[in-house]
């Protein structure tokens, strides 16, 4: 029969309603780790690349121990219960679902989803940023450009060059000596009936430009 080596997991168990846990820290008590954790005295710790941690629960109570390593194992180390598992191929099938829809896109009027299309301007900003190098600031900038752009109709499906789910080139946007040049003309849309007094996306998008311009 097995020891009791640290009998503090025992009540750290107590803390759980996951009988996948109580198992996880009933099986700490008697000196027992899952795979590329180790004890040495008073202190787990894994040297497993990228899940890398070192706990110490020497003079800390069951309850502040169930809740600090119930993080790492889980958040650093990457344990999970059948349920977290379930819910990450939830998210992974989704992503797959989203990427899968950005490959078979060859025009912008195609991509109907708001968050696809989001993601193809930022890895269009990210990609060009490397290649033309303009830095960070910039290319946070050209990404509210766009954006807005879009939405104000500056720039239109007819401007966006898709090939295979990627935004390959952009009209009215070129790059020249690290710099992001903007050829389209920012004008105010025509609004047909008085507007109300009050402050607007389209003037806050101006000033921005502005600002960022100067």
Known sequence: MKSILYPIFLACRDNSADLFWKKIFGNLAFGDTPKGIQFKGTTLCSTVKKKEFVYSFADKSPSLIYIELYEILSKTFGIKTDLQYSKSKIMFNDYRET?????????????????????????????????????????????????????????TSIDIKLS???????????????????????????????APPGIYLWDLWNDYIKESAK
């Open 99 to 155: 990427n899968s829809s950005k490959k078979e896109s060859n025009s912008w009027t195609s991509v109907r989803r708001k968050s696809v299309r989001e993601n193809m301007l930022q890895e269009f900003c990210i990609r060009m940023e490397k290649i033309h190098g303009f830095g960070k600031e910039n290319m946070k900038h050209l990404y509210h450009v766009l954006f807005s752009g879009i939405i104000f109709k500056v720039f």
């Open 164 to 194: 295979n789910g990627i935004i390959e080139n952009i009209n009215g946007i070129r790059f020249d000596n690290r710099n992001v040049i903007i050829e389209r003309a920012i004008t105010a849309p025509i609004v047909k009936k008085p």
